[in-house]
């Protein structure tokens, strides 16, 4: 009898995946715990084993295709003894409806001829069009001032800046042309209101791909990784307000070392030819600026030394950041861990066999609000806060994301009973990737501290602390590093 593989759920959450790549062919012999398939969801690519043993008799779904929903058939295997042409036959009918795209797929730019220029005569006119929206008229206060200096109404004069706004030279042009004076008695009546411009559509796939040479590029699709990641960034430009701060540096001699060290790096061959071993980004220089900043001061020195290039973690979900620094806090690392295994192993979710040798994933706020209160233990005023936290982060009453403002996020945090300057500082470092964060309160930390001999009270460690900002989250790294190489050679 033959035997159907289908779509696995990778997640509680997964609906659907990408099908990236089949590892195994038509014919080919599988057993249980063989790597057949990667899949994509929308954290990672996970390889997908089988679980009984047979021929592969049919591939229904073709590697690269998009959205294959869970559960839907996606391979047939014959089994023992059964004819694999037979057992092909009788799973072909049940392909998911999903887009196929190969794995490597050669782009094909659009012929169609150039899109046409508008006119300009249009064009024109819509920018000379009076910059108004009811009775009020867009103008710079410098073309304004000179209006009704020289008597002009600047309702009537036809702007020529950002869209259609009036500036000094429309007003200089007016006033030379002898128009537009302003009327001494009642107006006429006002024209109507201009009806409000339809938001822009984005620019399509084929517009974009008519702006380059047919042939010189390759469509690489996205992973479902990039695609969450572009659809948070929308959201978060869509739903925050934004402000933006610029600094003007002069970049010209670290942008001149960083070509002369591409230049200088060594090739290696790979299936598209020889490439460079090696490519530097700016922010690669940085993080080599800062780790010399902390190798200059003499305590530290030997330390970076030893691991310069230290990096700030980060995390993909910043509630479960928050949950697990919360029942954490205030508590040792064994402890913190015999807490957090107990609580995974009674409200967690059974994750499917996987290469990684996973079983239960870490519980959801809802999940701990839910079920949390038969595995959490301790005092009775902690339990009800962590419960009451989890309970507003399933409901979004609490929010938490790495969108937030630094400042806004530790206010909102600080103002929920059960959390603390160290649990707002270690979420800001982890979550939002802040840093300039040093929680002097933390015991590992002025463990760290003191090994190397510096101050481990907090105000003491705190004032040393000061000169290195703003790069006192990577010292805190530092200090949490030796204090774990010291307990472990202990």
Request: with cysteine; aromatic share 4%.
């Amino acid at each position: 009898m033959s035997i159907e593989i289908k779509m696995p759920a990778l997640s509680p959450t997964m609906e659907e995946g990408n099908l990236a790549k089949w590892l195994v062919k038509e014919g080919d012999h599988v057993s249980p715990g063989d790597v057949i398939a990667e899949i994509e969801t929308d954290k990672a690519t996970m390889e997908v084993e089988a679980v009984d043993e047979g021929t592969v008799a049919k591939l229904v779904v073709p590697a690269g295709t998009e959205g294959v929903k869970v559960n839907a058939l996606i391979a047939v295997l014959a089994g023992e003894g059964e004819d694999v042409g037979a057992a092909a036959k009788g799973g072909g009918d049940v392909a998911p409806k999903a887009e196929a795209k190969p794995e490597a797929a050669k782009a094909e730019a659009p012929k169609a001829d150039a899109p046409k220029a508008a006119p300009v005569a249009a064009a024109a006119a819509a920018n000379a069009a009076p910059a108004a929206t009811g009775n009020r008229t867009f103008a710079s206060p410098l073309a304004r001032r000179i209006a009704r200096d020289a008597g002009v109404d600047v309702a009537a004069v036809a702007g020529s800046g950002p869209h259609g706004r009036v500036v000094k030279a429309d007003v200089e042009a007016t006033i030379a042309g002898g128009g537009a004076k302003a009327a001494p008695a009642a107006k006429a009546a006002p024209a109507p209101a201009a009806a409000p411009a339809a938001a822009p559509k984005p620019i399509s796939d084929d517009a974009v791909l008519k702006l380059f040479e047919e042939g010189s590029y390759e469509l690489v699709p996205h992973d479902n990784m990039r695609k969450t990641i572009a659809r948070r960034l929308v959201e978060a430009k869509s739903t925050i307000p934004h402000f933006y701060l610029t600094v003007d540096c002069e970049l010209d001699a670290l942008l001149a070392l960083r070509a002369q060290l591409n230049a200088a790096a060594p090739k290696k061959k790979t299936d598209k030819g020889e490439v460079a071993a090696y490519k530097l980004s700016v922010n690669d220089m940085i993080i080599k600026a800062m780790a010399m900043a902390l190798a200059a001061v003499p305590e530290l020195t030997e330390r970076v030394a030893a691991l310069p290039g230290i990096r700030l973690p980060g995390t993909v979900d910043a509630h479960e950041l928050l949950l697990r620094g919360l029942i954490g806090q205030q508590i040792s690392v064994s402890a913190a861990r015999t807490h957090l295994t107990r609580l995974t192993r009674a409200t967690g979710t059974a994750f499917p066999a996987n290469p990684l040798g996973l079983t239960t994933l870490f519980p959801t706020a809802a999940d701990i609000a839910s079920h949390g209160h038969q595995a959490l233990t301790g005092p009775r005023t902690r339990v009800h806060n962590l419960l009451r936290i989890t309970e507003r982060l399933a409901s979004g009453a609490l929010s938490l994301s790495s969108a937030d403002d630094p400042g806004e996020q530790r206010t909102r945090l600080l103002a929920e009973p059960g959390i603390g300057p160290w649990t707002a500082d270690y979420v800001a470092m982890r979550v939002l990737g802040a840093g300039d964060v040093f929680p002097v309160t933390d015991v590992a930390l002025r463990a760290g501290a003191d090994r190397l001999g510096l101050p481990s009270a907090p105000t003491g460690l705190a004032r040393w602390a000061e000169s290195l900002s703003p790069w006192r989250s990577y010292t805190a790294m530092h200090l949490w590093r030796i204090a774990a190489t010291s307990k472990g050679q202990s």
